[in-house]
């Protein structure tokens, strides 16, 4: 570039398409600019940071809906959360245990966000729609195609693109159960592309932010944002105040990506490391209140293993033993059997005798 005297394109140069119609071609394709990616640096009071603590194990969430997602795919971060003084500003925040003390030194940890390829993503989020016409069943399909069309009108989606609109769940928002209003699920599907968006470290590629799911719902809340601007009193061309159109879209909410099947592997923890946090979770709750450490051991994964062989080596040889004490039992009660049979038969064969010799004597005295 430089040496036909031009130079790369800023990333907000391409967002703003000021290439667009330049005879290249390469609309569908990724494209070099100039930015690179810089650190950044967020705390308590940035909106996209949400802390979560369950128990004793304590994480972090960043929120899609206030980055620019692309910016932070396969990032690297460093968390730290606690009490972090600046200097001449003592930290407000920190960490605290179960009875409200604080923590003697600061949770930090690395972590880098899944590097997915967002042209293959989903994504999800709700949205409040009101001036429904066709809801009072909203399990109807004509109800989900008028949310879908009310969605794709705002988008300004192509005929094509129609169907990457999914309608999942519809409930009644309306206070009179007229399906008025409707709250609906939604999943914008990916586009049918094979182009790639992935973060490539130092300088960026850049795509259309409208071809991939979280551009089009960025896209959405823009429209949302821009027609409930539009919303309220207006002078028409006599000079009369009028009422402007209600915005269709009332609220969107809870936007979550999804990564496609061969990219969840890249946001699944490793069996390894689940092993190490259940090992790090079993070590936090052997701790007493005076955190002495409790005499039962910690068991690592080979030793577990052999635990669990050593129990179900007991287990079979209980049922060997089981079998046996059945087979023995068996055999006596066979035993008891035939003897009582051999008695029975003995004792027939006796009574017969008896019957005989019983009449024979009768006979002879007959005769005599």
């Not at 979560?52 to 692309?70: A, L, Y």
């Not at 809801?135 to 094509?160: P, R, T």
């Not at 890249?266 to 490391?273: A, C, K």
């Amino acid at each position: 570039c430089e040496m036909n005297g031009a130079r790369l394109c800023t990333r907000d140069e391409l967002e703003a398409d000021c290439t667009i119609g330049t005879g290249c071609y390469k609309t569908d394709q990724l494209v070099w600019s100039s930015n690179m990616f810089q650190d950044v640096e967020l705390d308590r009071n940035d909106p996209p940071i949400q802390i979560s603590c369950d128990g004793r194990k304590v994480g972090f969430q960043i929120d899609p809906t206030q980055i620019n997602v692309e910016d932070w795919i396969g990032a690297k971060l460093t968390v730290e959360m606690g009490k972090i003084n600046t200097a001449g500003i003592e930290s407000p925040s920190n960490v605290f245990d179960m009875n409200g003390n604080p923590i003697a030194r600061n949770v930090k940890f690395e972590k880098t966000v899944g590097n997915i390829d967002l042209d293959q993503a989903s994504t999800s989020f709700t949205v409040t729609l009101k001036q429904m016409s066709n809801c009072a069943d909203v399990s109807s399909e004509v109800c989900l195609g008028e949310i879908k069309d009310k969605i794709q009108s705002l988008l300004k989606l192509s005929n094509n693109d129609y169907n990457r609109i999914e309608v999942e769940t519809v409930s009644d928002a309306s206070t009179n159960g007229s399906g008025e209003s409707v709250s609906a699920r939604i999943r914008i599907l990916p586009a049918d592309t094979t182009r790639r968006l992935r973060h490539q470290g130092g300088i960026s590629a850049t795509v259309s932010n409208t071809k991939h799911s979280v551009g089009l719902f960025r896209a959405l809340k823009s429209a949302v944002e821009a027609e409930q601007g539009n919303t309220g009193r207006m002078l028409d061309a006599t000079g009369a105040e009028s009422s402007k159109m209600d915005a269709m879209i009332v609220n969107i909410k809870d936007m979550k990506i999804l990564p496609s099947d061969s990219d969840m592997k890249l946001v699944t923890t490793d069996p390894e490391l689940k092993e190490e946090e259940e090992e790090l979770y079993h070590y936090g709750s052997m701790k007493g209140d005076d955190d002495i450490r409790v005499s039962q051991p910690i068991l690592n994964k080979v030793e577990r293993q052999a635990m669990v062989d050593e129990i179900e080596k007991k287990e079979r040889s209980m049922v060997e033993e089981m079998k046996e004490e059945s087979k023995s039992h068996e055999e006596a009660m066979e035993a008891h059997n035939e003897a009582m049979m051999n008695e029975m038969k003995e004792e027939k064969v006796a009574m017969m005798n008896e019957m005989k010799e019983e009449s024979k004597h009768r006979e002879e005295i007959m005769m005599n």
